[in-house]
């Protein structure tokens, strides 16, 4: 059967594309294949974070999950630092790992860039990550297209950890949309939307209530010519808008630019304003029913974690036997 995984950081509010580029991927996924959606709250710490904010962040992400449709009884769900092998792994693939393919990481180049402090984390972070997917033998990993590198990275320490010391971990697929894998940011949409940029008005969480969200679409960044066309290059702003449509209704992308021929840009942005306001006020209603449960969700992520530390820990005591690490 196929095996995902696939996780998000809580390194801040999720935004409508964490939603449309992993999340769901994750809903779809959860009929066909035994799924694994985690909370990577170490991914978080590679960054400075509020340790307050952090765990609150944490449990709201998992909220989130569910409110987007993961259902706990198809899908486990659970957050990272409940299951120990993630460090450990983590750890005995960095004995494998190069610099030589870190140093090629873009992700870590962005984030890195113009920062005085960067930690050795973020720097090692494509590793644990590889960790988090090797752990429960994935065969497919769903994620937004910012995340390619990394799954390539994964396979080739995978890779050679089976040729050094024999068959041990299943070779991963990325499992990237053709369309929606990349929402691009509102303010500058040669960039894509990211949770933890600086700019509020780049971004749209999910849980954003739709006066607020209605003021960022309108004021989105555009172009001067008012002709809609899906124009990637030379019309990133207005093809943003009509992907997002596009992805909000599902009709398809043919479909959105035929609909708003001749159209002004004013017409595209109120509509896509009222498309989203539905969308996300299902999920924010669910949301909101969920947090008048507290502990469910508590009993959702032991009995997750739980679930998860049983396969981690096969797969753990497999690379250390693999590794030569005497076990009792
Ligand atoms: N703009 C995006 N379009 C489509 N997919 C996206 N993803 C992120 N941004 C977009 C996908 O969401 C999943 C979770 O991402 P993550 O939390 O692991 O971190 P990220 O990829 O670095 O996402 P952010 O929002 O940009 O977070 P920060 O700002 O903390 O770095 C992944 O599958 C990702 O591809």
Request: charged fraction near 25%; charge should be negative; hydrophobic fraction near 40%.
């Amino acid at each position: 059967m196929k095996r995902v995984f696939s996780g998000v950081q809580p390194s801040g509010n999720l935004t409508i594309g964490n939603y449309l580029g992993a999340l769901k991927q994750f809903v779809e996924l959860q009929n066909e294949a035994d799924a694994f959606y985690c909370v990577v709250d170490l991914h978080a710490l590679t960054v400075q974070q509020d340790p307050e904010e952090l765990r609150k962040r944490s449990r709201e992400i998992a909220q989130i999950y569910l409110a987007c449709g993961v259902d706990p009884v198809k899908s486990t769900v659970f957050i990272q630092s409940h299951v120990r092998e993630h460090a450990e792994l983590g750890w005995l693939l960095q004995c494998v790992s190069y610099m030589g393919e870190l140093n090629r990481m873009t992700q870590f180049k962005d984030k890195a860039e113009g920062k005085a402090n960067v930690t050795v984390g973020l720097y090692t972070y494509p590793v644990l990550m590889a960790a988090d997917i090797l752990l429960y033998d994935t065969t497919h990993v769903p994620v937004g297209d910012d995340q390619k590198q990394h799954i390539e990275l994964t396979r080739d320490i995978a890779e050679r950890f089976n040729n050094r010391f024999g068959e041990t971990f299943v070779i991963p697929n990325p499992q990237i949309q053709k369309f929606g894998a990349r929402i691009m940011s509102l303010t500058e949409p040669n960039k894509k939307m990211s949770k933890s940029a600086e700019n509020e008005k780049s971004r749209i969480a999910i849980l954003e209530d739709p006066a607020t969200f209605k003021k960022k679409i309108m004021s989105a960044v555009t172009d001067t010519d008012n002709e809609i066309r899906f124009d990637e290059e030379n019309k990133p702003g207005i093809s943003n808008l009509l992907s997002l449509y596009s992805l909000f209704t599902g009709d398809s992308l043919d479909a959105t630019v035929a609909r708003f021929q001749g159209e002004g840009y004013g017409t595209l942005k109120k509509q896509l304003v009222e498309v989203m306001t539905d969308k996300l006020g299902t999920i924010q209603a669910r949301y909101h029913e969920l947090s008048q449960d507290p502990a469910e969700l508590d009993r959702i992520l032991a009995t997750s974690a739980e679930r998860a530390r049983t396969i981690a820990e096969q797969t753990v005591n497999r690379v250390k036997d693999a590794m030569g690490l005497v076990r009792l």
